[in-house]
């Protein structure tokens, strides 16, 4: 039985040109340029006006923009006439990849040379193995990682041997094979499970008469979680040794690589790390100035040619060939249109966002010093600019500015605040710096503990707790004051 009812729904869509904006807002100048490349190559009825002709462009008294600044075009006849039997169904320029979609087609470099895999392959190859042996081993070789450790446990590769080789064997003769001939291979460290073994691979190979060397071996071998712990006194009792002693066995160790396959091509895409400033800071007259790297403000227009292309189809409406033509030509120049505004609007968020950062961190931007950094959130931003929150974070995120004191990556000016003894909001920034620089002067020997660094924060007028220290010091990678301890 059929029912009828109403439903009243709430909903939210974003429109092609937003979806288009949002990604554009987001791209650093690196890849808004390739972008840009990729728009004027795919739509031919966009233009990119050079620096020659930008004056003419601009000065001309000719204008195609209504007015309301949208461009519009010109024509002898309504080109909607040609759309009412078959709407096409085009849709922009813009694409709707997720974040997570890599594209390394014009940003990557491939790096050559020989693989580990490759490597470990020639070598094992070279050696007296049964055939059998010789495919377990070569198995072996492809489950180790890029740093040339087996990860995986010797019953389960056991059990994939007999599922996709057809090869059956038990755990004791892969972990023969394994220790005999696998580990055996250059470079020295290669198929160990874990750090320990890696190390003392390494280690056992080196032919010295140094009783350095025998220490470090003997350390590794039976002290090892001491050696991790950093219990020195302990490893010095155990061996009744002097310090100086244990010193020449640690400068042993030190040396000793823990990713062994570290030096060998791991055959994945390297990511091109060349930064290239989205803004430009200039101070003049106690004044700080923000402006958008030139190559993030291209001066865009509709081709003439296109437009003059359109208009010539008013003579022959009847012609197949000419309305499919037609069709082609409007989406294009929509699409035009469109990629402009967006272009233009990008423009105006980012130079909107610059300034309320400029208008928030004037102090810092004019002395350079990173305690001038004032406490900032997002909202701080998005309160002064008017835009939303997702917008300043899309906005900041992979940015850089070119300032007096050097390039500034602009997500490290936002920090949270916090109330000194004073009564002054402080940046977390500001406590993060002075924690690097307590912990920084302290005697190795005998590290701070997390109650000790907070007597002295204390001391310097910044009231924090305890497990607020551990945050900041997990934050900035400083371990523990048992593993800061040196001899």
């Not at 922009?92 to 390394?104: C, G, H, R, V, W």
């Not at 790297?293 to 001066?299: E, L, V």
Request: hydrophobic share 35%; with cysteine; glycine share 4%.
């Amino acid at each position: 039985m059929l029912k009828q009812n109403l439903q009243l729904k709430l909903g939210q869509k974003l429109a092609p040109q937003q979806i288009q904006l949002m990604k554009l807002i987001q791209l650093h100048t690196l890849e808004f340029e390739e972008e840009l490349e990729r728009e004027l190559e795919e739509n031919p009825a966009l233009e990119k006006v050079s620096d020659s002709d930008s004056e003419d462009y601009q000065d001309s008294g000719e204008s195609d923009f209504d007015d309301e600044g949208n461009e519009s075009i010109e024509t002898d006849f309504d080109v909607d006439e040609y759309l009412y039997d078959d709407e096409p169904s085009y849709k922009t320029a813009s694409s709707n990849y997720s974040a997570d979609d890599e594209e390394f087609d014009n940003q990557s470099l491939l790096t050559e040379g020989q693989s580990l895999y490759d490597y470990l392959l020639e070598q094992i190859r070279l050696v007296k193995i049964d055939g059998e042996d010789l495919q377990i081993a070569e198995y072996l070789i492809g489950n180790l990682d890029n740093d040339g450790y087996l990860r995986r446990e010797i019953k389960s590769i056991v059990d994939d041997l007999a599922f996709s080789q057809g090869i059956y064997t038990t755990a004791e003769n892969v972990t023969e094979i394994l220790e005999n001939y696998v580990q055996k291979l250059d470079p020295a460290g290669v198929g160990a499970r874990d750090l320990r073994e890696c190390l003392l691979l390494q280690i056992e190979k080196k032919v010295s008469a140094d009783p350095a060397v025998s220490l470090a071996a003997n350390i590794l071998r039976n002290q090892f979680d001491a050696l991790s712990n950093k219990h020195y006194n302990k490893i010095i009792q155990k061996y009744d040794i002097e310090e100086e002693d244990l010193k020449d066995a640690l400068e042993v160790i030190s040396k000793l690589s823990p990713r062994i396959g570290g030096n060998f091509d791991t055959q994945t895409i390297t990511i091109n790390q060349e930064i290239i400033p989205d803004f430009v800071i200039q101070i003049k007259d106690n004044q700080v100035i923000p402006m958008l790297n030139s190559k993030n403000a291209p001066t865009l227009r509709v081709s003439e040619e296109y437009k003059e292309i359109l208009t010539t189809y008013s003579h022959d409406k009847k012609s197949a060939e000419h309305k499919q033509a037609a069709l082609f030509i409007k989406q294009k120049l929509d699409a035009a249109k469109w990629y402009i505004d967006a272009i233009n609007q990008r423009q105006n968020t980012l130079l909107q966002t610059i300034t309320a950062i400029v208008k928030l961190q004037k102090e810092y931007f004019l002395t350079g010093d990173e305690k001038n950094i004032k406490p900032m959130i997002l909202k701080d931003v998005a309160d002064i600019t008017g835009f939303d929150i997702s917008t300043i974070s899309r906005v900041v995120k992979s940015k850089y500015a070119d300032t007096p004191n050097g390039i500034v990556y602009l997500k490290n000016l936002f920090s949270d605040s916090l109330t000194n003894d004073d009564g002054e909001e402080v940046s977390t920034k500001e406590i993060k710096n002075h924690l690097q620089e307590v912990v920084d002067n302290e005697d190795k020997r005998k590290p701070l503990t997390d109650d000790a660094l907070v007597g002295i924060l204390k001391e310097k007028g910044y009231n924090i707790a305890r497990r607020t220290i551990a945050k900041y010091r997990e934050q900035l990678n400083i371990p523990v004051a048992r593993l800061r301890k040196e001899l």
